[in-house]
């Protein structure tokens, strides 16, 4: 079973988790001033918290036409902000498919009526045509690295995503956390059973932060 562990983000302004010894990306390469970073230190496994500015009503509007049947899920603007920034991470040729919708939760540590909302999605791409974009600016692509789908005869790249959004309305923010599964090296060495031990490693971690994720500063946002 996995264990995880207290750490203190963003200078202990924010009490977080991430699994036991994991890698705080800052101590090996820059990473930007608004996220987080921690790697696994045996798989490409990571997570990613960032604080980013508020996704307005009319940045969602833009998601109908860009993730295919969303319209008939019925979401509310809350949870398809929770999508946009997902989305945000694609580049053009990727495709982004839907596993779990995002889903409204119930967060421990935040004032009465703060939004949370959490999902999973898959993120596929055309390997040798990303960009190279990162998701943290400092060399790790989305998920840690961009992994082969051997589903697609090793021609694309694929992560698996999970996610939790906290909407901050008074902050005008959206606190974020990805974690993400690349699926090429259990692919490649054909452990499944490992794939599914990893995926159930950022199922708990989401689940713990639902809980536990805490501004203990709000002068961060200022």
């Not at 004032?111 to 999973?120: C, E, F, Q």
């Not at 998701?135 to 694309?156: D, F, N």
């Amino acid at each position: 079973m996995a264990t995880y562990i207290p750490r203190d983000f963003y200078g202990g302004a924010i009490k977080g988790l991430t699994p036991q010894n994991w890698v705080d990306a800052s101590d090996v390469r820059e990473v930007p001033s608004h996220q987080e970073v921690f790697l696994s230190s045996t798989t490409l496994t990571s997570e990613i918290t960032e604080i980013n500015q508020r996704v307005t009503d009319s940045e969602t509007a833009s998601l109908d036409a860009a993730i295919p049947n969303l319209a008939s899920l019925g979401l509310d603007a809350d949870a398809k902000a929770a999508l946009y920034h997902v989305h945000d991470l694609c580049d053009e040729d990727d495709k982004l498919g839907i596993v779990t919708a995002p889903t409204r939760v119930s967060l421990g540590r935040f004032p009465a009526g703060t939004v949370g909302y959490r999902g999973v999605v898959r993120m596929t791409a055309p390997k040798g045509g990303r960009r190279t974009r990162t998701t943290t600016g400092t060399g790790v692509g989305i998920g840690g690295a961009m992994a082969g789908s051997s589903a697609e005869g090793g021609l694309t790249s694929t992560v698996t995503l999970w996610y939790l959004v906290v909407r901050l309305v008074e902050q005008e923010t959206d606190l974020v956390v990805f974690v993400n599964v690349p699926r090429e090296e259990f692919e490649k060495a054909g452990d499944l059973r490992g794939l599914e031990s990893e995926e159930q490693l950022a199922e708990g971690l989401i689940t713990e932060l639902v809980e536990r994720l805490e501004v203990v500063d709000w002068d961060l946002f200022c």
